[in-house]
């Protein structure tokens, strides 16, 4: 476990050689037996002390934020004492293993001005220390103490051996570690699993099918849990309203967000039919239970199916793109994001929508994503693409969307989720 081997005393028959080869062997069993790192840790400050014949050993990683040396193990000792007050590595014994990488013994706890605690340390019966760090790439991260009854001078086998524990120890923490962090790692990505499946679920399993309309969506999203959402909300009087939405940010805090202002939207639409008075009141709910960095750009539209027309606010928004065969209109009439400033008064937009109309709406995903090169794919070829397929079905539109997409960007990673739903209007 350790590319630094125990070498063989002078003496064979001693029997330092056996202890040291027992020692490591113990640590090494603790380890394949379970990756529990606070067991671990007091496993090996038994084998220490056992191996060594010492009163009591302390096993203390440092929190590199506040220098303090946090107690993770202890065999032998009171807890009057490890609860003797913070250790702090700069202003004890440490600081010699930390500076130098050294084993560092004390022979005198009582009037060693290394010693932070010496009125503790001689009321807790401890005559002598030794310490060694515990390194990872040259550096310590830690540290494992020995404790003796008696003044004592530890000799160059004991050192050795200590140095040894330390080592081993210090390869067995880290596998220990990474072992912990990987559990982490895949507990997290099960949960990212379930949300991501609970937030699919918000989105509509199909686009409605009202008379006189071809309606599709896609959403794609570029982490496992996205920010985007569409919506199609059936309304009395044949209506429909259709939403598009993108949550500032990545990942498990925007799907949180995301998810809220779908709620707060379906909320306000029960209560309040005109489409600006239903974006103001979710623009001041989101202000009230967002923080100040958190905000929503949202296009709410409200299609009257039978007189074809579509009347609609949009808060911050990708400006939708209105396209007929003589017209290309941007549905930009609304206000800010929501989210961000709680008294605006949002403004209302609206179109008469012919036989032949295709309005596509889309989130930033989709005119920023990039290529290789950090290129975006932009408004001009979509405009492009809309125009070649513009009598394509609705589903097949968006297809050829999100085709060429995927050619412009190759195998570049895209860092924004990439939403869009297609109204086509029948001829």
């Given amino acids: ?79 009057g004492y490890v609860n003797k007050g913070p250790v702090v590595v700069w202003r004890s014994v440490f600081r010699e293993v930390f500076e130098n990488g050294v084993v560092t013994q004390v022979y005198d706890v009582k009037n060693d001005a290394r010693i932070q605690y010496p009125a503790a ?28 009854e008696a003044p004592k001078v530890f000799d160059d086998e004991e050192v050795r051996l200590f140095q040894a524990i330390a080592n081993h120890s210090a390869v067995a923490i880290q596998i220990a570690r990474l072992h912990r962090d990987l559990i982490e790692a895949q507990r997290i990505e099960q949960e990212m699993t379930i949300a991501a499946d609970i937030l699919r679920n918000l989105l509509p399993a199909a686009p409605p099918t ?66 600006r008075d239903v974006v103001g009141r979710v623009n001041r709910a989101l202000c009230r239970d967002t ?43 609304g206000g800010p994001p929501m989210g961000l400033f709680r008294d605006v008064t949002y403004r209302e937009g609206q179109a008469q929508l012919e036989p032949g109309d295709v309005l596509l709406m889309f989130t930033d995903g989709v005119t920023e994503a990039a290529d290789a090169n950090q290129n975006l794919f932009g408004e001009e070829r979509l405009r492009r693409v809309l125009h070649t397929y513009r009598d394509a079905s609705a589903a097949d539109l968006v297809g050829h969307i999100h085709d060429a997409i995927g050619a412009f960007t190759g195998d570049a990673p895209q860092s924004d989720d990439l939403t869009m739903v297609v109204v086509k209007v029948k001829a």
């Fill in 1 to 79: 476990m350790s590319d630094s081997p125990v070498n063989p005393p002078s003496d064979a028959s001693s029997g330092e050689y056996l202890r040291a080869l027992s020692a490591l062997n113990e640590i090494g069993l603790a380890l394949t037996s379970g990756f529990d790192l606070e067991t671990l840790l007091r496993r090996i400050a038994d084998i220490a002390v056992s191996v060594l014949g010492v009163k009591g050993c302390s096993i203390r990683l440092l929190d590199e934020k506040t220098g303090e040396m946090i107690l993770r193990a202890v065999s032998g000792l009171s807890q």
């Fill in 121 to 148: 340390a001689v009321e807790e019966g401890i005559a002598s220390m030794l310490c060694a760090g515990l390194m990872r790439e040259g550096r310590a991260f830690g540290a494992i103490c020995a404790y003796t």
């Fill in 210 to 275: 009202p008379e006189g309309f071809d309606i599709a969506a896609l959403n794609v999203q570029s982490q496992q849990v996205g920010g985007d959402f569409y919506d199609f909300i059936e309304l009395p009087a044949q209506h429909w309203g259709i939403a598009i939405a993108d949550v500032v940010g990545k990942g498990i805090p925007a799907a949180i967000l995301m998810a809220g202002a779908r709620a707060a939207l379906r909320a306000e639409i029960e209560d309040v039919y005109r489409v």
């Fill in 291 to 333: 923080r100040p960095h958190e905000f929503v750009t949202l296009f709410y539209a409200a299609l009257n199916v039978r007189e074809r027309i579509i009347t609609y606010t949009n808060a911050g928004h990708n400006p939708p793109l209105l396209f007929r065969e003589d017209l290309e209109m941007f549905l930009d009439d």
